[in-house]
């Protein structure tokens, strides 16, 4: 095994002709850093050939915070990153010896190829789960009192009674001629009103 002044545990190949995907062990928290800094040493050492894509398995999520939207993706798998490419003795040292790598994952002292389909049903499980039911979370719990901001309602003031499955749109319970009505709105129509 080769050594390194890092400290890293280096993974021996397992060689292919065939382009393969690994997972490559990273501080957690630096998946971006080593994704741009595998990319730039690609480039330098003339690899690109033998490295067709660099994934990291992100999912968006929307929070709400004082009436405004804002969405940020969020990493599935901290600490891992994912690389399609065709592993070989140099390429597996480009990226062990670069910072913040731990190593490429496998068995023992071999990494080991992820299975055929993997990456991309994983992929495809991570966009629908994005698509279906982005998560909301905001700072606003059932029983809070709230200020409708705009709409036919506005500036009347209720109790959050409920929140629909993804969290984007709340029921109210407001004081309509004298009787409480359940009324949906849009999370972006209310705030929190603070005693």
Excluded: C
């Amino acid at each position: 095994m080769m050594k390194n002044t890092s400290n890293n545990v280096y993974t021996k190949p397992t060689f292919s002709d065939q382009p393969n995907w690994y997972v490559v062990q990273t501080y957690v928290g630096f998946e971006d850093v080593v994704k741009g800094n595998l990319e730039q040493k690609f480039e330098n050492l003339g690899q690109k050939d033998k490295v067709f894509e660099i994934y990291i398995p992100t999912i968006t999520l929307t929070t709400i915070k004082n009436g405004k939207r804002k969405q940020k993706e969020q990493k599935v798998y901290p600490g891992y990153i994912y690389v399609h490419m065709i592993l070989d003795e140099e390429l597996a040292y480009t990226i062990q010896s670069t910072q913040y790598v731990s190593k490429i994952a496998g068995t023992g002292e071999f990494a080991v190829a992820l299975e055929d389909g993997y990456v991309e049903k994983l992929k495809q499980k991570l966009a629908e789960q994005t698509e279906e039911s982005t998560t909301v979370q905001a700072d606003l719990d059932t029983g809070d009192l709230v200020k409708v901001t705009e709409g036919p309602f506005k500036d009347m003031q209720g109790k959050i009674s409920g929140f629909n499955a993804t969290k984007d749109r709340v029921s109210l319970l407001l004081k309509v001629f004298e009787r409480e009505t359940n009324v949906e709105l849009d999370i972006l129509q209310i705030e929190k009103v603070i005693k």
